[in-house]
């Protein structure tokens, strides 16, 4: 329970980062609301990549926006990694490989992901 209140706090995606994050130990992901079929996360990066050939290729779509910072996007059947700044989106389709390449050294990389298409019977709506 005390995790859902700490949830709720949260009402401003660019503060109240986790000790990690502050000190970039590694990549942070954050649920900030779930729904059947619906996921909701911010995502903090501080120089953070895929490893080497290491491709995510999740059952369920995923539209992602980056609010801070910047990253390198690659998707397998894309030959020029996309470069993404603050307000760019992308919709990943479901079962679409795709691996992060860097996100900023400098800056910490603030992501909001959506996750769609998600069953999850456990879920109280």
Same mark, same amino acid.
């Given at each position: 329970?005390?995790?859902?209140?700490?949830r709720?706090?949260?009402?401003?995606?660019?503060t109240?980062?986790?000790?990690a994050?502050? =000190?970039?130990?590694?990549?942070?992901?954050?649920?900030?609301?779930?729904?059947? =079929?619906?996921?909701i996360?911010?995502i903090?990066?501080?120089?953070?990549?895929?490893?080497p050939?290491?491709?995510y290729?999740?059952?369920?779509?995923?539209?992602?926006?980056?609010?801070?910072?910047?990253a390198?996007?690659?998707f397998?059947h894309?030959?020029?990694?996309?470069?993404?700044?603050?307000?760019?989106?992308v919709?990943?389709?479901?079962?679409?490989?795709?691996?992060?390449?860097?996100?900023?050294?400098?800056?910490?990389?603030?992501?909001?992901?959506?996750?769609?298409?998600?069953?999850?019977?456990?879920?109280?709506?």
């Open positions: 329970m005390e995790m859902e209140v700490e709720l706090m949260l009402t401003n995606l660019f109240q980062y986790p000790s994050a502050n =000190k970039a130990e590694h990549e942070i992901f954050e649920e900030l609301l779930r729904r059947p =079929k619906l996921r996360e911010r903090i990066s501080s120089g953070q990549a895929s490893p050939g290491f491709w290729c999740e059952p369920h779509g995923e539209w992602v926006v980056l609010l801070q910072g910047s390198g996007l690659s397998e894309e030959q020029a990694e996309r470069v993404l700044r603050p307000g760019d989106f919709d990943i389709p479901a079962h679409c490989r795709h691996r992060v390449e860097w996100t900023d050294c400098d800056t910490t990389t603030v992501w909001l992901a959506v996750h769609y298409g998600e069953i999850d019977e456990n879920v109280a709506t």
